[in-house]
């Protein structure tokens, strides 16, 4: 039978990892003290050190990677770029079809390129 996986929150990982921090005890001495495996409090660490040397906020969770503001901006830039796109491909076949209509209508002069 498999055993639930464990889950913490990102305030019990950076506790973790602030104990390591300023108690001076080892990463294995920490984990015993919560009561978790020792490779956990280890990984924690490296993930904090890593985003926070990238200026990302750490433990966001559910596998979501963290994102500084700017990088947080530019994906919502290149969001709002693939919509005006879509809309304007949408706008460019619309027109195509009352171009083609608009010759058998007699109105191919309202539409002359």
């Given at each position: 039978?498999?055993?639930?996986?464990?889950?913490?929150?990102?305030?019990?990982?950076?506790?973790?990892?602030?104990?390591?921090?300023?108690?001076?005890?080892?990463?294995?001495?920490?984990?015993r003290d919560l009561g978790v495996p020792p490779h956990?409090?280890?990984?924690?660490?490296?993930?904090?050190?890593?985003?926070?040397?990238?200026?990302?906020?750490?433990?966001?969770?559910?596998g979501i990677p963290a994102l500084?503001?700017?990088?947080?901006?530019?994906?919502?830039?290149?969001?709002?770029?693939?919509?005006?796109?879509?809309?304007?491909?949408?706008?460019?076949?619309?027109?195509?079809?009352?171009?083609?209509?608009?010759?058998?209508?007699?109105?191919?002069?309202?539409?002359?390129?």
């Amino acid at each position: 039978m498999s055993v639930p996986k464990q889950k913490f929150t990102a305030e019990f990982k950076q506790e973790a990892v602030r104990l390591v921090r300023t108690t001076g005890k080892s990463c294995a001495q920490i984990a015993r003290d919560l009561g978790v495996p020792p490779h956990y409090v280890v990984r924690w660490k490296q993930q904090q050190d890593t985003q926070t040397a990238a200026g990302r906020p750490a433990f966001t969770g559910r596998g979501i990677p963290a994102l500084s503001p700017q990088e947080a901006r530019l994906k919502e830039l290149e969001r709002e770029l693939e919509i005006a796109r879509q809309e304007r491909d949408i706008l460019k076949k619309a027109l195509a079809c009352l171009g083609q209509n608009s010759t058998r209508m007699g109105l191919g002069r309202f539409f002359a390129k």
